[in-house]
């Protein structure tokens, strides 16, 4: 059994037109043993910015923590917040200092980026020893993969208005979790606009 | 990636009741391979004879080898007999393979049915190959879950409806808890008139603290 797979876990997250969603299953388990029902793995960075972490449940917390501390030192000397291009960035030679030794964690990066002063959305993720992808579509980590690459290339087009693409990452995942044993018991939905954010808790299947 | 390198798996929770006329058999419906779900729909209550069944739990090749073998032994065993085989016979025909190739096997199944000398019958055979009768049986991974539940619940004496509650309330726990089991719950009841099978599915199982 894969480390990567010890505590189970999936993080999904998706482009629309001028908003992204970013999504992650709630159940918290050792191997087969479901332990809790309710440990979400999206977090918030700023109003612009999220982080999502799937894998070792240890180093998500970990590394969720040492960024936050980077993030807090970079607004003091920067005197501004931080946006999801450079927190990408800083993801990634983060868990590239760990590179012989890394923690266990592919982490998804999202939000609303400013270009020109116009917002636009972002989305990153990178391998656990910090090696970053762009795209303009979606992204996805976790042992739930196969499956919701498959959903997703499915479902997803491009500028897909707010309610559209919170129905469609919604589904996307609800699906994928039915076909993995170790993640799903619900999920949590972040909507980024440039005006809110809303969360919403989905009730999945509870096997 | 789904893994190959990993066998082919009934994670599991099933459980089988007697009372006095038959037997209600109940399982899950998943199998995996590592953590990919392979099937969700799966049949894992199989039939041996018509009026005996068993429930699988272990290395899904394994047991259809096995329960294949016996329902090809119990076939012979009945055109000597000259009448229907006792749920005992077929347990022990289940004891002789899976003591017998207990190296080379990952197998555990509970056998039971209603025959015309015993009535209804559950016995037990576990990983090594021992066969014990009881009055309920579980296993297993999900199994591990219910053990208590079911110890504080199960009365002697019981009516049909009764062990069929029984059977949907402790697998819909373990289902719950245990990652290898889910999907929908299978209900099998044996008596001297034939065999019901029963399908509750997923948003119709019964609901209890989730932590919410």
Known sequence: ?207 | MEDLSQAVSLGTSIMAVEYDGGVVMGADSRTTTGSYIANRVTNKITPIYDNIYCCRSGSAADTQAISDYVRYYLQLHQSELGEEPEVKTAAQLFQLLCYGNKNNLQAGIICAGWDQHNGGSVYNIPLGGSLVRQPFAIGGSGSTYIYGYCDATYKIGMTKEECKEFTKNSLALAMARDGSSGGVIRLVTIDKSGVEREMIPGNKLPKFYDGR
């Open chain 1, 1 to 207: 059994m894969s480390i990567m797979e010890y505590n189970g876990g999936a993080v999904v997250t998706m482009i629309g037109k001028n908003c992204v969603a970013i999504a992650s299953d709630l159940r918290f388990g050792v191997q087969s043993a479901t332990i809790s029902t309710n440990n979400p793995k999206v977090f918030k960075i700023n109003d612009r910015c999220f982080l999502g972490l799937s894998g070792l449940a240890t180093d998500i917390e970990t590394l969720y923590e040492k960024l936050v501390f980077r993030v807090n030192l970079y607004k003091l000397r920067e005197e501004r917040d931080i946006s999801p291009r450079v927190f990408s960035n800083m993801v990634a030679s983060t868990l590239y200092e760990k590179r012989f030794g890394p923690y266990f964690t592919e982490p998804v990066i999202c939000g609303l980026e400013e270009v020109d002063g116009v917002l636009k959305p972002y989305i990153s993720a990178t391998d656990l020893i910090g090696a970053p992808v762009y795209t303009d579509d979606f992204l996805m980590t976790g042992p739930c993969n196969p499956a919701l690459y498959g959903m997703c290339e499915t479902m997803w087009r491009p500028n897909l208005e707010p309610d559209a693409l919170f129905e469609t990452v919604s589904q996307c995942l609800l699906s994928s979790l039915d076909r993995d044993a170790i993640s799903g018991w619900g999920a949590m939905v972040y909507l980024i606009t440039p005006e809110n954010v809303t969360v919403k808790k989905l009730q999945g299947r509870q096997d």
